[in-house]
């Protein structure tokens, strides 16, 4: 029937209805087999690749023994840094030592699995290579022990050869170091930014405080730094910062590691950032700089990778005294100097978007020194300008503070000198925290500070600012030391029977040149006028420059310059002739300390040594350098003269030209001598109390004049007075005790014998007194032949550099 027909050629049997299951079973078959053999080939390829690789991977044994590159770290006698010098900023701290928080933190973002995995993360290394093929680009899965790896032994190169010698190299390290050792490496070798290398000098960087000291929001910070240094930075990229510190906060909440509670304060916290490189340094740059050669003539290429730490003499607070108050003085000398115009002049664009950009290049090409601020003009007018400085700080300078420009506001200004907007400018803030113009000074200073009865330095600066004149000089600046020099001279006419009270004619001189040998010479005093008849005690309290000649006259100069040796001079560098009695041979400010440093110890000669001890990485003292012990040994000059000088010289800082000082500082135990030289080219005031001796020093690196006037007792003492306003706190009055053979006649002092004439000698009283009276200023060399080149600052020949430093060793 049609319908049965129908319904069984409809039908299929089963086997025609899988029919093709056996041709997919040899498929798959085959398919399995082909892959089995690829799995086989590729284990026994990697197999192969483990055999040679292995054996050439490199020895990891010396990490059990982990010492980087550590720099040499200069710190102040109490424990300041005040200088680091070596390509990696480093703190070596053992994990026992790293603070929990900061170990979670890097835990949460980097490895959470880090103590429960073998050292390789396989499912995060599987997505990191199926990403790179995807998108040739590299994508991190790399585990802690693998940043070790790669860290210490690979470079940066992103291949998977590379990525395999890293997962060898982990295995390795996984073998032979335990977890804490590895993450130990990793936390003091990993890069952080601003040359900072590991945790505990990231710490320090960027928040000037120890790594111990951190919290959750600051480990939170520092945490995100090792993906990206440069652009995690919280110091160049704030916003970014606090984005992925928000991040790695929230991974600590995750992971257990802090409580909700503690994340949402870490998360509100406000952190302090330092705002730079200099925030809250020590300014001892130029003792950093002579403490590194020290070391480097004693350790070589090892001075920056050693991890030595060297302690100095230096009173950090002393120090930050001395750099400020010489700031002050070089400032306050440039407020009185003409307006030089703008450094530099910048086109403002006219979108403001441009504008922004244009200001921060100007700025960052020329930063702020120190107080002394950089700021582009928007708006300048004759009684207001508005200024931009970092940050898109605006100010506004008006009345008082833009006296220091005056000139450069003028309708008539030269346009090198004319203030206009784009003009780059200096600022500083003035005691009433308004703002003023000011510019870079071209005058240079020197301080130093010496303890007399060790010669440990106390405080040294070597210029206005270290980055921008790198000349250290204290050290390197030979310059005429002028009135300043007299003390020596008078000292060596105590020896030749001068007493105090020897009286001296204070008149004019005339060398022909027959007697000079060249030009005729007529030195006068810095008044002009001449005071006849005086005692030599008035006569240095005056620093009346015809007594002094008078006397080197009668004492001779070839004994004067022998005489001078027994201070540190160099007989060379003062020739034997009568200009010596005037200072017009060359010094440095070191020199002058030293030399001031007799009278103030009793008579003993110091050298200066700046470093006490030098220890290594571990804390072990490695060199150490006690005080130097003043004996006979060292006596340069007689108690009694040394005695004698002293009270000379508080006499000129009781009634001289050094008066202000006593005035200021209301304590008798001052003693000093101002210096000015021919044409006020160099400025000094050198003075000690029995505990502390200080030379400060003014003047322009090419020889100029200073400005009519300007002497060493409106200069360079008022740099020494702030300083010892300081230093001199809570110091008890000390005056010195008269030692055996002087005597006490009158109210004078003499030697016992000289003590019956009593002072009633003379020099030159037949010479034709003039009219005049009162101390007056500083009294300058005036009219007298200056050798050529004696004034020009130039460093010392290699070995006399060398003999300087080498003052500085105890």
Do not use: C
Request: net charge neutral; no cysteine; charged share 20%.
């Amino acid at each position: 029937m049609p319908s049965n027909s129908s319904t069984s050629e409809s039908r299929s049997s089963p086997a025609s209805q899988f029919k093709w299951l056996p041709g997919l079973l040899k498929v798959f078959a085959w398919t399995a087999g082909v892959a089995l053999a690829g799995l086989v080939s590729l284990l026994m390829i990697i197999a192969v690749a483990l055999a040679v690789a292995y054996p050439n991977l490199p020895d990891v044994s010396d990490l059990l023994d982990y010492r980087p590159k550590l720099p040499l770290r200069v710190y102040s006698a109490d424990a300041m840094l005040i200088g680091e010098f070596g390509e990696e900023r480093r703190n070596l701290t053992p994990i026992g030592e790293i603070p929990k928080v900061m170990k979670d933190a890097v835990l949460a973002i980097e490895d959470a699995r880090f103590f429960s995995h073998g050292g390789v993360d396989y499912i995060g290394v599987i997505r990191a290579g199926l990403a790179n093929v995807g998108r040739a680009k590299s994508q991190g899965a790399s585990t802690i022990t693998m940043q070790v790896a790669r860290n210490v032994y690979l470079s940066t190169e992103k291949s998977y050869t590379r990525k395999i010698y890293e997962i060898l190299l982990t295995f390795k390290l996984e073998h032979l170091l335990s977890k804490d050792q590895i993450l130990e490496i990793y936390m003091n070798q990993i890069f952080l930014g601003q040359r900072a290398y590991g945790f505990a000098a990231a710490s320090e960087t960027y928040f000037g405080k120890s790594l111990k000291d951190i919290n959750i929001a600051e480990a939170a910070m520092l945490a995100g730094l090792p993906k990206a240094p440069s652009a995690y930075n919280p110091i160049s990229n704030p916003r970014r910062a606090k984005a992925r510190q928000l991040y790695i906060i929230e991974r600590m909440e995750e992971n257990g590691f802090i409580t909700p509670e503690q994340a949402v304060a870490a998360k509100n916290q406000e952190l302090k950032v330092r705002s730079g490189p200099d925030a809250g340094r020590v300014h001892a740059e130029f003792v950093a700089e002579t403490v590194r050669q020290l070391v480097y003539s004693q350790y070589g290429d090892e001075t920056y990778t050693r991890g030595l730490n060297v302690f100095t003499t230096l009173r950090a607070a002393d120090q930050a005294m001395a750099y400020k108050a010489l700031r002050k003085g070089i400032m306050d000398y440039e407020r009185r100097q003409i307006y030089r115009g703008p450094e530099k002049f910048i086109a403002l664009p006219k979108d403001p978007q441009e504008v922004e950009e244009a200001i921060d290049d100007a700025l960052v090409e020329s930063p702020d020194n120190d107080d002394v601020m950089s700021a582009v003009v928007l708006e300048a007018g004759p009684k207001k300008i508005v200024a931009v400085r970092q940050n898109s700080e605006t100010i506004e300078i008006t009345g008082e503070g833009l006296r220091p420009a005056q000139s450069g506001l003028s309708e008539k200004a030269a346009p090198n000198i004319r203030i206009r907007p784009g003009a780059l400018i200096r600022v500083a803030r003035t005691p009433k925290n308004t703002w003023e113009i000011t510019q870079l000074p071209e005058v240079e200073g020197a301080f130093i500070a010496l303890d007399p009865r060790n010669g440990a330095v106390r405080a040294m600066v070597g210029g206005f600012d270290y980055e921008k004149n790198k000349f250290n000089h204290v050290t390197q600046a030979w310059r005429q030391p002028g009135s300043s020099f007299k003390p020596f001279i008078y000292s060596a006419a105590l020896e030749k029977g001068f007493t105090p009270a020897t009286v001296v004619n204070d008149a004019p001189l005339f060398f022909d040149a027959g007697v000079t040998g060249g030009q005729p010479w007529e030195p006068k005093n810095y008044d002009g006028t001449f005071d006849g008849p005086m005692s030599l005690r008035r006569g240095l309290a005056k620093s009346k420059n015809m007594i002094s000649i008078r006397i080197l006259q009668a004492i001779g100069p070839k004994y004067a310059q022998e005489w001078i040796t027994r201070f540190g001079f160099d007989a060379d560098k003062h020739p034997a002739y009568l200009t010596m009695a005037l200072g017009a041979g060359s010094v440095t400010p070191l020199q002058m300390a030293i030399g001031y440093s007799v009278f103030a110890n009793g008579g003993y000669r110091i050298n200066p040594y700046l470093i006490t001890k030098i220890t290594d990485q571990k804390g072990k003292v490695v060199v150490e350098s006690p005080a130097p012990v003043l004996d006979d040994s060292v006596r340069g000059i007689e108690a009694r003269n040394a005695f004698i000088m002293s009270s000379l010289l508080q006499e000129v800082a009781r009634s001289g030209t050094a008066a202000r000082a006593q005035a200021t500082l209301k304590r008798p135990d001052l003693y000093g001598k101002t210096g000015t030289t021919n044409d006020s080219i160099d400025t000094w005031f050198v003075g000690f109390q029995p505990t502390l001796t200080a030379a400060v020093w003014m003047g322009y690196d090419n020889p100029k004049k200073l400005g009519d006037r300007e002497t060493g007792g409106g200069l360079s003492l008022p740099v020494w007075i702030n300083f010892m306003e300081y230093a001199l706190k809570g110091v008890p009055v000390t005056e010195f005790s008269a030692p055996q053979g002087v005597v006490n006649i009158g109210g004078e002092w003499f030697y016992d014998e000289y003590a019956k004439g009593s002072g009633v000698s003379s020099v030159g009283l037949g010479d034709r007194p003039a009219a005049g009276s009162g101390a007056g200023p500083d009294v300058p060399v005036t009219g007298q032949p200056v050798p050529p080149g004696a004034a020009i600052q130039t460093p010392p020949p290699s070995d006399e550099r060398r003999r300087i430093l080498d003052l500085f060793k105890n």
